[in-house]
C-alpha cells in the first residue's frame, strides 16, 4: 500500500492545483490513499463544506486540520456533513466533528488520527494520553497520524511515542518541508513536516509585504493576505507499506511545481 499524505493546502491556489493534479499524482506514484490537510484551504484560514466536498472528489480520502480548524463560520458545518473531515482528536469533545476516522478498503483498515500540540499553540488537551487513549480502543491495519505542532521537537517527541504503535506519523503546520524522512526503530514511518501546497514566491503562503511589514513594524497589527499569484509547489510525501507485514519499507518526501 502507498499512502500519499499532502501538506498544508493554502487558499485557493493550493486547492485548485490540487482538484487539477491529484489524479495525476496518484496515478504516477500509484497511490492507494491519499490524506491532505485543509486547515489553510480557504481564502482566509479553515475550511468550508464546498472546499471539504471538492477536496473529496478530487481524490482525497481524509482531511485533516489543526489550529485553524474553526477559522470558517462554516466550519462546524463542514466537520457534521463531512465524515472524511476530522480535526484534532485532543480538542474538547463537546467540538464538532471526530478526531479519527477508520476506512475499510477491502483489503486493509486503515484508521487517520488528527492531533494538534500544544507548545505555542492555543490551549488544548494532552495529544499523548489522547491517542494513547484512542489504541486502546480501536482496531486496524494501518494507523496514520497527523502531528499538527509548531515545533519538531513536540512532533518528534510523538513520533517516538508512537512508534512501533502506528504506521506513520507526519508533522504538518510550519509550511516549510523538512528533510528527516525515515523509519524508526520500531518500524513507524515518519517526517517532521511534510511543507505546503500553495504559492512558492510566499512567506508561508501569505504575501511577503505584509509579513515583512508584520515583522519589522513590530507591535503593528497586519490582516495577513494569502498570495494568490505565482507558481504552486506540492509539497508532501509518500509512504510505503509492505501488504503482509504492515510495516513501512520506504519514504519518498514529493516537492514540485508541475507534474
Keep these: 500500500m502507498r499512502i500519499l499524505a499532502i501538506g498544508d493546502i493554502v487558499g485557493k491556489p493550493g486547492r485548485e492545483y490540487v482538484y487539477q493534479n491529484l489524479g495525476r499524482i496518484r496515478s504516477k506514484y500509484n497511490i492507494d490513499f491519499v490524506i491532505a490537510n485543509g486547515e489553510n484551504s480557504a481564502a482566509t484560514n479553515g475550511i468550508t463544506p464546498i472546499i471539504a466536498d471538492e477536496l473529496v472528489n478530487a481524490g482525497a480520502d481524509v482531511i485533516t486540520m489543526g ?3 474553526f477559522g470558517t463560520k462554516s466550519a462546524a458545518q463542514a466537520l457534521e456533513e463531512n465524515p472524511r473531515l476530522i480535526r484534532p482528536l485532543n480538542y474538547p469533545p463537546e467540538f464538532e466533528g471526530s478526531g479519527y476516522i477508520i476506512q475499510d478498503l477491502g483489503y486493509a483498515k486503515v484508521a487517520v488520527i488528527n492531533l494538534i500540540g500544544r507548545v505555542n499553540m492555543s ?6 494520553r489522547a491517542v494513547e487513549n484512542l489504541l486502546k480502543r480501536i482496531e486496524s491495519d494501518i494507523i496514520v ?55 512558492m514566491d510566499s512567506i508561508l503562503g501569505v504575501k511577503k509585504e505584509i509579513i515583512l511589514n ?26 510505503e507499506i509492505d501488504n503482509k507485514t504492515k510495516s513501512v519499507v520506504d519514504i519518498e518526501r514529493l516537492r514540485f511545481s508541475r507534474i
Excluded at 490551549?123 to 499523548?128: I, K
Design 67 to 69: 489550529n485553524h480548524t
Design 123 to 128: 490551549p488544548a488537551n494532552c495529544p499523548f
Design 214 to 239: 508584520y515583522y519589522y513594524n513590530a507591535g503593528k497589527h497586519y490582516r495577513f493576505e494569502k498570495e494568490e499569484n505565482g507558481d504552486v509547489w506540492f509539497n508532501g510525501c509518500v509512504f
Design 145 to 199: 497520524v497527523d502531528m499538527h505542532a509548531e515545533t519538531t521537537s513536540e512532533r518528534l517527541a510523538m513520533g517516538n511515542f508512537l512508534d512501533g504503535k502506528v504506521q506513520v506519523v507526519f508533522g504538518t503546520h510550519t509550511h516549510v518541508q523538512t528533510a528527516d524522512e525515515h523509519i524508526l526503530p520500531g518500524g513507524t514511518g515518519y517526517i517532521s513536516d511534510l511543507g505546503m501546497t500553495g504559492i
